[in-house]
């Protein structure tokens, strides 16, 4: 079970980002976070994950 304090911070740092106009920048570091352990997390039987390219 997700604790509550992990909730309230993370709704934190979503209504921090929307007030400050970076959602979009944190959902695509998010997707990023989320792909690179999708591959960290491979059998090497799987295919590769294809990664999202990075903006600089």
């Known amino acids: 079970m997700v604790s509550r304090k992990l909730v309230e911070a993370a709704l934190y740092v979503v209504l921090l980002a929307a007030a400050a106009g970076q959602?979009?920048?944190l959902n695509h570091a998010i997707r990023v976070?989320?792909?690179q352990l999708l591959k960290?997390?491979?059998?090497?039987k799987w295919?590769?994950?294809m990664l999202l390219p990075a903006r600089n």
Not at 40 to 44: A, E, G, R, T
């Open 40 to 44: 960290d997390s491979q059998s090497s």
């Open 33 to 35: 976070a989320q792909i």
């Open 47 to 49: 295919g590769r994950a």
């Open 23 to 25: 959602l979009p920048r």
